[in-house]
């Protein structure tokens, strides 16, 4: 029986199997620890141990495999034997790339000095990714030569994993690759230019035009053949209508992140592998290039995630990942989760551990894997330290989380959801467009998140409504719905119908165009009774920079709600308006259940069975104390959090530590 992808977890003949998972790298450990450290994984509460196959680790030279025959601690084999002996499923990781603090990523070095295999920026020069180990140029993921040399690796691993998949063995799904996405050289004028790269999107543009006539009317050329496309380098664009080649090239670059995972997962299953899910994490961005819903549509990728690291007890993007993954993917997974840190970085203390352990529970993720549980080189702060031994201080956090998610039946539960931030995907590609070029070398974390030129300021009209006011007006109205207590979830163009029609309320940041049929999607939201509020600017184009049919009979004055349907529109010009969304949801008696006398706190509401499980979470770094409100009658069970069962009052004082997150059941009188 195939195993299935669900919400919240995976089916494996009939029974649900949670993503709760702690990595462990067997070829960084001493082969004689693995039972060792195996022993304390199952210590720890959990019940599935995730680990990369490096394709370096095991193919030394070219066509020379070890798989534990010359080296001990490479004997995958024996390591997914002892994984099974004790209970525990097993998740896997073949690469190509694997990242992991390892020299080139992972890849072979001959791979890396193959200047056939080379991402080149806009002046043919290769691309370098500077780390503390080393610089290397990157591969391209456009050019199919790539995972040709892939292949034998893959066709020499999969005997192993044959031998270990369910239902003969522990493994129960594989990550294609790792972190796609340019080996974080995301400027969109900044990889990729081979030529393999602009093949492809030479092939892009000829699916998406048909005819070079249709092309040549887009791009406002007079091309005699899609060979003859030439990328852009940056955008010249000064009215929509000039638009298309850099929304093309902008777009093409989310096409070669999914183009490059359908063809490794194609390779996959050509080795024997169907029948197992495959899944793919993005290192925790869900902006343009990375599109996680057509991912998961068109790449044949199962499931796709967020990798997250919160530091110094900052959760509070933790939660926002969450969020959005509880709405947009088919199974909110989180597949790096720090447990730990690598050498440039801060390790986090104990305090931060317990901080962040739930944050993602809280935002909506069904799964998460700890990265990592057991120390190796180039990481520090695992719970189990280089001997296999337990740290405890560190272990008693994730002891305490298996309870607790055991204890509950977590898999049961689902996040409350009464409103839907949205960012219109639109809005990101045409904002991306317009980023300024970057050196080939520039990390995506140097700069900041976008890089626009002044040009994008103003270019669809509206007192120079641009990029920056879309970003302000988003982060304006998360501050408004978590100010509220309003329960919410985020998303974007992405998001499936069905889950636009569960909301009371949607807010988008939106700009000047959209695509009509997602226009014509919030519409029948609102004639269904739905609330939108739109801003900074209502978007006047289609996709076709024609008029937006779907919103040209509107009839919207700025601030004033107006009916359609059985819903109201709310239209927000320049910036967001707390005061009539307030009024809006007043008015329309959209209210949260449980809200905080602090509106500085965060809150989440999941119900599960019967139960109504309440998350507070303290961002500030001193001790809070509040007031926690509902209708009727009703008392707090503590199930993360200190104090005693108190018994029936309509007012409950709950105070909570820095950074603390605290869960209670409440329960009705």
């Known amino acids: 029986m195939p195993i299935k992808v669900r919400h919240n977890g995976l089916e494996i003949d009939g029974n649900l199997l949670p993503l709760v998972s702690g990595s462990v790298h067997y070829w960084r450990t001493d082969h004689r620890l ?116 892939f292949e034998p690796y893959l066709a020499a691993l999969s005997p192993v994993l044959l031998k270990h998949l369910h239902p003969r063995g522990g493994v129960v799904a594989l990550q294609v690759d790792n972190e796609a996405g340019y080996f974080f050289h995301t400027g969109t004028y900044q990889a990729d230019y081979s030529e393999a790269s602009l093949g492809l999107y030479r092939h892009y543009l000829e699916m998406k035009y048909r005819t070079l006539k249709a092309l040549n009317a887009a791009h406002g050329t007079s091309l005699k053949g899609f060979g003859e496309v030439q990328a852009p380098r940056r955008n010249h664009a000064s009215n929509p209508q000039e638009l298309a080649p850099y929304l093309d090239w902008t777009e093409y670059k989310e096409y070669q992140v999914s183009w490059a995972l359908s063809r490794l997962a194609e390779l996959y299953r050509a080795k024997g592998l169907e029948g197992m899910p495959l899944y793919h994490n993005f290192y925790g961005s869900f902006r343009t290039p990375f599109n996680l819903p057509d991912m998961e549509k068109d790449s044949g990728i199962d499931f796709c995630g967020l990798d997250s690291y919160p530091q110094d007890g900052d959760a509070g993007g933790v939660l926002d990942q969450a969020r959005y993954l509880s709405v947009s993917s088919r199974l909110p997974y989180i597949p790096e989760y720090g447990a730990g840190a690598w050498p440039d970085r801060v390790t986090p203390d104990v305090d931060d551990l317990k901080s962040c352990v739930l944050a993602p529970f809280m935002g909506g993720a069904r799964g998460v894997n700890f990265y990592m549980l057991a120390e190796r080189d180039r990481w520090m702060g695992s719970p189990i330290d280089g001997r296999g031994e337990l740290r405890q201080a560190f272990a008693e956090p994730y002891r305490q989380l298996n309870r607790f998610l055991r204890s509950l039946e977590w898999e049961n539960s689902f996040p409350q959801v009464q409103a839907l931030l949205l960012h219109a995907r639109e809005a990101q590609l045409v904002g991306a467009s317009f980023e300024a070029p970057r050196p080939n070398h520039q990390l995506f974390e140097l700069p900041a998140a976008f890089l626009h030129e002044a040009a994008a300021e103003g270019f669809f009209g509206g007192d120079g409504v641009g990029p920056s006011s879309v970003a302000r007006f988003h982060q304006e109205a998360g501050d408004f719905l978590r100010r509220s207590h309003l329960p919410f979830a985020l998303g974007d163009s992405g998001l499936a119908p069905e889950k636009l029609k569960k909301a009371g309320l949607a807010v988008l940041a939106c700009w000047g165009y959209l695509e009509e049929s997602w226009a014509r999607r919030l519409l029948a939201f609102v004639e269904e009774g739905g609330l939108l509020v739109l801003g900074p600017q209502l978007p006047a184009f289609n996709q076709k920079w024609g008029a937006l049919e779907a919103f040209k009979d509107l009839s919207l004055t700025p601030g004033k709600p107006a009916s359609h349907g059985d819903g109201k529109i709310l239209l927000m010009t320049g910036t967001f308006d707390p005061k009539a969304a307030a009024s809006l949801l007043q008015k329309a008696r959209l209210r949260p259940e449980i809200t905080l006398s602090d509106d500085s706190l965060d809150v989440a509401v999941h119900k599960l069975s019967g139960k109504q499980v309440l998350f507070v979470r303290n961002p500030h770094g001193e001790e809070r104390s509040c007031t926690v409100f509902k209708d009727g009658k009703f008392v707090l069970k503590p199930l993360w959090a200190g104090g005693k069962f108190l018994g029936a009052v309509e007012e409950r004082e709950v105070t909570l530590g820095p950074r603390e997150i605290k869960v209670w059941e409440l329960i009705a009188c």
């Open 34 to 149: 693995w039972p060792r450290v195996l022993d304390q994984v199952r210590d720890l509460g959990f019940s599935i141990v995730e680990t990369y196959l490096p394709w370096a680790v095991h193919e030394t030279a070219p066509g020379d495999f070890d798989f534990g025959k010359k080296d001990p601690d490479k004997n995958l084999d024996a390591f997914l034997g002892l994984a099974e002996e004790r209970g525990l499923k097993v998740l896997v990781r073949p690469g190509p790339h694997i990242n992991a603090e390892l020299p080139f990523f992972g890849y072979p070095e001959w791979i890396i000095k193959d200047p056939r295999f080379w991402a080149r920026d806009a002046e043919g020069a290769p691309i370098l990714h500077l780390s503390a180990l080393d610089a290397f140029p990157i591969p391209s993921y456009a050019n199919p030569a790539l995972f040709e040399a």
